[in-house]
């Protein structure tokens, strides 16, 4: 077995990558999650034009390595890429892949599900809005 | 004892700095850093007390016993995904 994909990186996420990585011939399903920056206004009546992705590196990486192992005892994962990105991120660009192979869809979509609710519960990761005015706000609630 | 601590998001923004040295007698507890800070940086007050706190990247608490050279970071609300 291959070790996991687990990465914080600046660059934009290339998925194709992600998924020949988590390719194995015992999976039955490879399940793939993209956080996406979500177009909306702020009450200002201001676009949105991207988010700016703070992360405490090395603890992050030490917590998604965690997660990992963690999805591992849940389900019988195959192989498992989890990359987050760092710095602005535009809308309409994936800020955080997620893709896992397993014998069986049902435990590939389980575990994808679990691992991006569990990133954005604990992840030392911060997201904040940036918009058309040139303001910036911290992100109150979580969203992806 | 040295503590190095570190600060991120809102925190970071409201003392203009993402790193501190500090210095504490022995026995230190995040507590004691946290009022440290506080006193430095009376700014991070009505946020700094929302905040998680992770000693050496993994999430602690405040009563937990620190050592020599323990990085200490205060941790607002995490957004991540």
């Known amino acids: 077995m291959t ?29 793939v999650f993209l956080g996406v920056t979500r177009a909306e206004d702020n009450p200002a009546g201001r676009a949105l034009i991207a988010l700016d992705y703070e992360v405490y590196s090395g603890m992050a990486v030490r917590q998604m390595h965690d997660l990992a192992a963690r999805t591992r005892e849940q389900w019988p994962v195959l192989r498992l890429a989890l990359v987050h990105r760092s710095g602005r991120v535009p809308v309409g660009t994936a800020s955080v892949a997620i893709v896992v192979s397993t014998p069986h869809r049902a435990e590939a979509f389980a575990a994808c599900q679990w691992l991006i609710d569990t990133l954005k519960s604990e992840v030392a990761i911060w997201k904040k809005e940036v918009w058309s005015d040139d303001t910036a706000s911290w992100s109150k609630t979580p969203k992806t | 004892m040295r503590i ?20 504490l007698p022995e026995p230190a507890r995040p507590r004691d850093v946290c009022d440290l800070l506080l006193a430095k940086y009376p700014q991070l007050h009505g946020v700094i007390g929302s905040a998680a706190v992770a000693v050496n990247q993994s999430y602690a608490t405040l009563d937990d016993m620190l050592a020599e050279n323990d990085e200490v970071a205060f941790l607002p609300p995490v957004s991540g995904g």
């Open chain 2, 4 to 23: 190095r601590v570190k600060l991120f998001a809102v925190l970071r923004e409201r003392a203009g700095t993402d790193h501190v040295v500090v210095d």
């Open chain 1, 3 to 31: 070790e996991d994909l687990i990465q914080l990186q600046p660059d934009p996420i290339d998925v194709a990558t992600l998924i020949a990585t988590a390719s194995d011939p015992q999976a039955g399903g490879i399940a």
